[in-house]
């Protein structure tokens, strides 16, 4: 035998009618018999290569694809298989969501000519390849501001990105919070909680399992009764787990997916009859590109980004973000964060993550990777014995040019890599120095008689000055001041101020804010 190729997932349930008992269902036919044709070959000294076939259960074209949400995570652990075992890995393919006449023989040309693409769909008569693509995070910036008469819920709300999220929505107006989580909090948490109702916002802690439909219904008719209108959910409930693919078990596959999966469809079924303003899902990198030993928790994420799809389809809020690690607490330990750090994948700051969070709120994108990647060691390391299409378009830059962009930075007192290296307490003092010397060298008179707390044009900065500040700002700093506010009463302490805002957005720290999915033609 030289292919094996998985249909079961062919005939999953549309998602307009799908059950969570169907649901759950599916996942034990579909990952589970990977996973158990894996363990199977897997014993024997020659096997087979292994392909994945889906239908609808990608969003190639336009969000306006129905997903076949039941099917989607299936690419989430595929990704993960082709990780652990290279060897005997073909690829994902995903079939047009109307079955097409020639599709039987454009997948067996596929199968028999197979070459190193391995995310593919089919579209009609097309032949689509999956390319993770770098997106500018400039589009992204806007205000958010959120209704203290309304009510926002977080499942997962007692961890440490759930409270993370907490205290922003807070900070962004809510007054009222529904946190979700299946234990009490611990006095650490709940001295957090009690912060926040220090502030003057409504929490209510619901002991409850997202995965218990009954559980979810007694809640929502319990705000219903006696809170402001339910309008935004954040699922961040999740939990973790790393198995080798030979050793997973059902019981072991059913946990990590039970939150997401069913947690997560259970809240669609739950509220699509709801005007909600936002469904934020918690995803994770590991469902985009893979990560060793999270099969089930790859799969788990990745039907996350289905629903994320699916509901956008059908014209209703929400979007997925594939978060990297994040540092300062939570699922990911200290160890784990310094060996994702050895191999190009550093940790996001929970500022960082928050910033991110804010700016996605605003943004039109269904999908989106946050994560702080070195490129050049990740994409080396990723594709250690392979090369992995998925991450064509990332471009690495050379040490060559590395060192020439380092070099650059240096001759303008490389004050990014200074800010970059020290503590978030001495960024402004750093910066603010920096700015000073700028404005002393434009206005040509020493640092010492500039006065940060100074109008600008106080100062005696004119037009042509502004427009040479603020073209060394983009350089130096990789910020784009507007003219208008150079000009405006601004003083080189409220410059810092914005400055730092925005360098500590991932825009700045993190290489890369992107679309997961864009499928370009073959
Ligand atoms: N931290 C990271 O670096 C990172 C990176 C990528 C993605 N993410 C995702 O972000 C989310 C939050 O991560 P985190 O680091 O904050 O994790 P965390 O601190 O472990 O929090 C997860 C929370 O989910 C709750 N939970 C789990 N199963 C539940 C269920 N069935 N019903 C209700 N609540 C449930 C847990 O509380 P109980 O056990 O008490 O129920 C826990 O408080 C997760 O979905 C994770 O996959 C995190």
């Known amino acids: 035998m030289t292919k094996a190729i998985h249909l079961w997932s062919l005939d999953v349930v549309a998602s307009e009618e799908l059950t969570v008992k169907e649901l759950k269902e599916t996942q034990l036919w579909g990952c589970g018999g990977v996973i158990y044709l894996l363990q199977t070959v897997l014993k024997n000294s020659e096997y087979p290569q292994l392909w994945v076939v889906t239908r609808g259960a990608q969003p190639v074209l336009s969000d306006k694809e129905k997903l076949a949400v039941a099917a989607t995570p299936l690419w989430g652990l595929g990704r993960v298989v082709s990780l652990e075992h290279p060897q005997l890995w073909g690829g994902l393919v995903d079939l047009d969501p109307q079955k097409t006449e020639q599709e039987v023989e454009m997948l067996l040309q596929l199968l028999v000519n197979s070459s190193e693409e391995d995310h593919l769909a089919l579209r009609g008569e097309q032949t689509y390849v999956a390319r993770l693509v770098k997106q500018s995070a400039s589009e992204f910036a806007q205000p958010v501001s959120l209704s203290s008469d309304r009510t926002y819920l977080i499942t997962g709300g007692l961890g440490a990105l759930g409270l993370h999220t907490a205290q922003w929505l807070v900070e962004k107006g809510a007054r009222h919070l529904v946190l979700i989580g299946r234990s009490q909090p611990s006095p650490k948490k709940q001295a957090a909680i009690n912060h926040l109702k220090q502030q003057g916002v409504e929490v209510i802690v619901a002991q409850a399992d997202v995965c218990h439909v009954e559980e979810l219904e007694k809640l929502f008719e319990q705000i219903d009764s006696s809170m402001t209108p339910l309008k935004g959910i954040v699922h961040a409930a999740g939990v973790g787990g790393y198995q080798p693919i030979q050793q997973i078990e059902l ?71 594939n978060w990297g690690p994040w540092a300062g607490g939570g699922m990911a330990s200290d160890e784990e964060l310094r060996e994702l750090s050895k191999r190009g994948v550093d940790s996001l700051s929970p500022t960082q993550g928050i910033a991110a969070l804010e700016r996605l709120l605003v943004s039109s994108k269904t999908q989106t990777v946050v994560a702080d990647i070195n490129w050049s060691l990740f994409k080396q390391l990723y594709q250690t014995g392979k090369r992995r299409l998925l991450l064509e378009e990332i471009v690495v830059e050379t040490t060559e040019t590395q060192l020439k962009e380092e070099n650059a930075e240096t001759d303008s007192n490389g004050i990014l890599m200074q800010l970059k290296a020290v503590s978030n307490n001495e960024k402004p003092k750093i910066l603010m120095a920096h700015l000073q010397a700028e404005v002393a060298r434009v206005l040509g008179i020493t640092t010492s008689e500039i006065d940060v707390e100074q109008n600008l044009s106080m100062m005696g900065v004119d037009s042509l000055m502004v427009v040479e500040l603020r073209s060394r700002f983009q350089s130096q700093l990789k910020v784009d001041i507007p003219i208008s506010k150079l000009t405006e009463e601004f003083t080189i302490a409220a410059l810092s101020t914005e400055i730092l805002s925005t360098l500590t957005t991932p825009v700045m720290f993190a290489d890369y804010i992107g679309d997961t999915h864009q499928y370009n033609l073959v």
């Open 251 to 321: 019981t072991e596959f059913k946990r990590v997916i039970a939150p997401k999966v069913v947690g997560g469809w259970i809240l669609h079924q739950l509220t699509q009859d709801r005007e909600l303003d936002f469904f934020i899902n918690f995803s994770s990198i590991a469902a985009v590109w893979g990560s060793g030993l999270t099969a089930n928790y790859a799969a788990a994420n990745h039907f996350l980004d289905g629903l994320a799809h699916y509901r956008q389809a059908i014209g209703l809020p929400s979007f997925s973000i």
